[in-house]
């Protein structure tokens, strides 16, 4: 029974599935643990401390393996090397990457995708959109904090006093949620706004201000936003207007599930922004919650410098690693047999299981995620 960590081979990726702190836990499961040379060099892990760790590290470690743990889905070559019946956990954006669940369902991988875990309580250890969300609304505060050429805490001193910040954060989900109680911690004064009805209780639990706007609000299923009708957004939009204006710094995380996100703040409103101010745009790489932000660059529209989000996470890479790797524990613990007097341990998926047919994308040849399969062979198949 073998588990083998993959080297992240996509672009700017510096997470790894696996940090050496939880390999035990997946060898008292009873697996051989294989790492694969370096891979957790870019998030400052040396392979000698997974040998220390108990696991073994070799170019060859996808060999012989039950399951591929990674960050990222696999590369096609590397899919193409695996034999029929293996398994892998990794991120798996299925509606981006059409060519790669293909590739897994061509070559009978069984492949499990983290984002389709369902957000269920039993779940929540597995939960890693939240887990690598917390680690970019961390990062999005910190950003805006080091981007501002201001104090963000009230400064009362003997030579006068300096008001605090104030941050406005639109989406208040697990990252905004985050970014909030991180900016309150720095001292700023925060108001935020989200279309789901308990969000504004979250936001005060925070120690923030929930923008109350005259709009209905948009629950959608599960918990999650609806999308807004575009009448919704240009008043959305028009209310937010001065909240914006007034910000020294804005933290947007706005997102809906399996839709681009949604644009909240236009140029024109970003233009209105006082010289010096801050726009941290974590929803960039998905169609952007301001108009004109761009993925992994800081650009400048009127008075504003606007600095949009490309794989957040990654550039935390120690914590996001951690986080991940656990989640990877979790998921991988339930879908293992234990050892008993009758039998030997196993990784053994019960499909029955809502976790496991919920996060499984492709298995024995066929897609089994429906939007998906839909999507890729249509109706009839
Ligand atoms: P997300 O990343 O999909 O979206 C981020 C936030 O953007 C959400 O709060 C959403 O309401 C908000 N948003 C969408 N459109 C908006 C708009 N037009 N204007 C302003 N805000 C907008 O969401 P998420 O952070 O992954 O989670 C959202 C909800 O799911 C939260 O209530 C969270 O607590 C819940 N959740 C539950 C579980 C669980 O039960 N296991 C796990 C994670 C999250």
Known sequence: MKIAVARETRDGESRVAMVPELVGKLTELGYDVAVEP??????????????????????????????????????????????????????????????????????????????????????????????????????????????????????????????????????????????????????????????????AEEIRSMGAKAIELELETLEGAGGYAREMTEDRAARQRELLTPYIA??????????????????????????????????????????????????????RIGNAQVWGGRNVPSQMPGPASRLYAQNVVNLVTLMTRTASEEQDPAFAPDFEDEIVAGSCVTHDGTIRHEPTRIALEGESA
């Open 246 to 299: 007034n910000a020294d710094a804005l933290i947007t995380t706005a997102a809906v599930p399996g839709r681009q996100a949604p644009m909240l703040v236009t140029g024109e409103m970003v233009e209105q922004m006082k010289p010096g101010s801050v726009v941290v745009d974590l929803a960039a790489e998905t169609g952007g919650n301001v108009e004109g932000s761009v993925p992994g660059e800081v650009v």
């Open 38 to 199: 370096g891979a957790g060099q870019p998030a400052l892990i040396a392979d000698d401390d997974y040998e220390q760790a108990g696991a073994t590290v070799e170019e060859g470690a996808l060999h012989g393996a039950d399951l591929v743990v990674s960050v990222q889905p696999l590369s096609t070559a590397t899919i193409r090397t695996l034999p029929a019946g293996t398994a892998t956990i990794s991120f798996l954006p299925t509606n981006q990457e059409p060519d790669t669940v293909r590739d897994l369902r061509d070559c009978g991988v069984t492949a499990f995708a983290m984002e389709l875990v369902p957000r269920i309580s039993r779940a929540q250890s597995m939960d890693a959109l939240s887990s690598q969300a917390l680690v970019a609304g961390y990062r999005c505060a910190i950003v805006a904090a080091g981007m501002l050429r201001r104090f963000f805490p009230l400064n009362m001193t003997a030579a006068g006093t300096v008001p605090p910040a104030e941050i406005v954060v639109l989406g208040a989900g697990v990252a905004g949620l985050q970014a909030i109680a991180t900016a309150k911690r720095l001292g700023a004064v925060v108001s935020a706004y989200d279309v789901r009805a308990a969000a």
